[in-house]
């Protein structure tokens, strides 16, 4: 039985490649439309979300920036208005990174090989990292036009977490209608102002096969009454794995920007369905607005987060804030069981760097009896919000607390570095939550961590070097052992 069940699995996956593979083909023989901008950012690449962080904050960039993939269209269309001579060197040099990345990506056919791998299997992901398993070998190849774009990414894992070692992550088909893109596939998603993590929606989690709607251009038209804003929805499909299989995600993020100072984003997530659960529009639907806390099967998670930007001692100073909530009563708008992020940053211009401050606390009170190990669980869906063990949200997951101060430096045009000193208390409580088909870091012992992290990353037109190092100290609150480890990396990408 387990034998035909792989070999389906196997014939189902010979059978995506090879429709993807001939749409790509299809789009390359039949759209002969000259090459456009390339359509959006990825969540890979802190040293890009710096330079755009900055533009932003000094107000040349004036969409909203914190919902990824993000948009090129609005982000070009405001830096393309600003002349480049008037600028300070360290804005005129971001200018030129970003512009010339935004150059590269609008290629109509491109090509890419990737390698990376560690010392230890990486625990923690955030945002930039690429890499959740020891070892990873990537090609991709994609083709677009003003109309469609397409991209196969086939990655091969050495001991994956989930089991999986041949993976299309990162493989889509995507449409433009008007001011809107429909695509399907596997995207990585990030949601907030957080240089770190998210406690809605990060790339700690392997990407959902969904159908994305998204908003293209965020920018506001001159007769618009609206400000800039941005707007993302999308239904996924979750594992035949989990604990109800094949249960549907809906994601859902709206972005707006109505002071040049200020963006703030709205953020809904729902599991819903799965074998012997409703699966339809109808089961959607009353799930989302007949349903809510303790209401019935639907899983949901809701929230908002703002950042505002001002000056600090002529240098940009940013605050920023989210609030996301495990709970939420769709009859009263109320949030239950909220997890709170805080975060400060400011950009020093003598040292080209961007330094900030951020804490989260995932450790909340369930009710008036229970404390812990609520946060992303569910009663029906017991994997709780999460994809082969790892959280959707922070990967520090439930019952934990982090602070992290960090420092991002442009050391030249080509290289730069991020330095990080981190205090994490992980499963505060010490229970362990009984998920018998995937392993989370909530059935970790309690362990409080004091890390350093640093790492340096250089790129030109067609190659890109990341590699780091890692000392962590890890105190275990029930025998009180300390263990001492270093973690090395290494990754390298080329673009054809």
């Not at 707007?231 to 993020?253: E, H, I, N, Y």
Request: hydrophobic share 40%.
């Amino acid at each position: 039985m387990q034998t035909a069940v792989y070999n389906r699995r196997n014939f189902l996956r010979r059978e995506f490649i090879l429709k993807l593979l001939s749409v790509l083909i299809s789009c390359a023989v039949v759209m002969s439309a000259p090459a456009s901008a390339g359509w959006w950012i990825e969540a890979d690449d802190l040293a890009l979300r710096n330079d755009i962080q900055l533009l932003a904050d000094s107000g040349y960039i004036r969409q909203p920036i914190n919902t990824y993939p993000l948009m090129w269209s609005g982000i070009v269309q405001d830096l393309q208005s600003v002349d480049a001579d008037a600028l300070t060197p360290d804005l005129r040099d971001a200018l030129h990174r970003v512009m010339m990345l935004w150059q590269r990506d609008r290629r109509d056919v491109q090509a890419s090989l990737s390698l990376a791998g560690e010392t230890e299997q990486p625990a923690i992901v955030r945002f930039g990292d690429t890499l959740r398993d020891k070892a990873q070998a990537q090609a991709s190849g994609s083709y677009q036009n003003d109309r469609v774009s397409a991209r196969l990414q086939v990655s091969q894992v050495s001991q994956p977490f989930d089991q999986n070692r041949t993976r299309l992550d990162g493989s889509y088909v995507a449409v433009k209608a008007g001011n809107w893109i429909v695509s399907a596939g596997a995207l990585e998603k990030y949601w907030g102002p957080s240089f770190d993590t998210s406690a809605i929606l990060s790339t700690n989690a392997r990407p959902v096969p969904a159908v994305t709607l998204s908003r293209n251009s965020s920018a506001a038209a001159a007769e618009d009454w609206l400000p800039a804003w941005t707007f993302t929805t999308s239904f996924g499909q979750l594992s035949s794995r989990a604990q109800v299989p094949d249960a549907k995600l809906w994601q859902a993020r709206l972005g707006i920007k109505p002071l040049n100072s200020l963006e703030m984003g709205f953020s809904w997530v729902m599991t819903y369905g799965g074998q012997g659960y409703g699966n339809g529009l109808n089961d959607w639907f009353d799930g989302l607005f007949r349903g809510g806390t303790l209401e019935g099967s639907e899983n949901m998670l809701a929230g908002y987060d703002l950042r505002w930007t001002t000056s600090l001692l002529d240098q940009p100073f940013g605050v920023y804030w989210s609030a996301i909530a495990d709970d939420v009563s769709t009859k009263t708008l109320q949030l239950y069981k909220v997890s709170y992020q805080l975060g400060l940053d400011t950009y020093v211009r003598p040292l080209s760097s961007r330094i900030y401050l951020e804490i989260i606390d995932t450790a909340i009170d369930c009710s008036n009896d229970r404390k812990f190990n609520c946060y992303y669980e569910h009663s029906t869906h017991h994997d709780g919000y999460r994809r082969y063990g790892r959280a959707f949200g922070t990967s520090y997951d439930n019952d934990s607390k982090a602070l992290n101060l960090g420092m991002l430096t442009q050391l030249d045009s080509s290289t730069s570095w991020h330095n990080k000193l981190a205090w994490l208390r992980l499963n505060v409580d010490g229970a362990r939550v009984d998920l018998p088909s995937q392993w989370t870091q909530t059935q970790l012992p309690a362990r409080t961590v004091l890390l350093w992290r640093t790492e340096q990353q250089w790129r030109d037109h067609a190659d890109q070097w990341k590699w780091g190092l890692e000392f962590s100290n890890t105190l275990d609150k029930a025998s009180q052992e300390r263990d001492w480890q270093t973690e090395l990396f290494l990754s390298w990408s080329r673009q054809f």
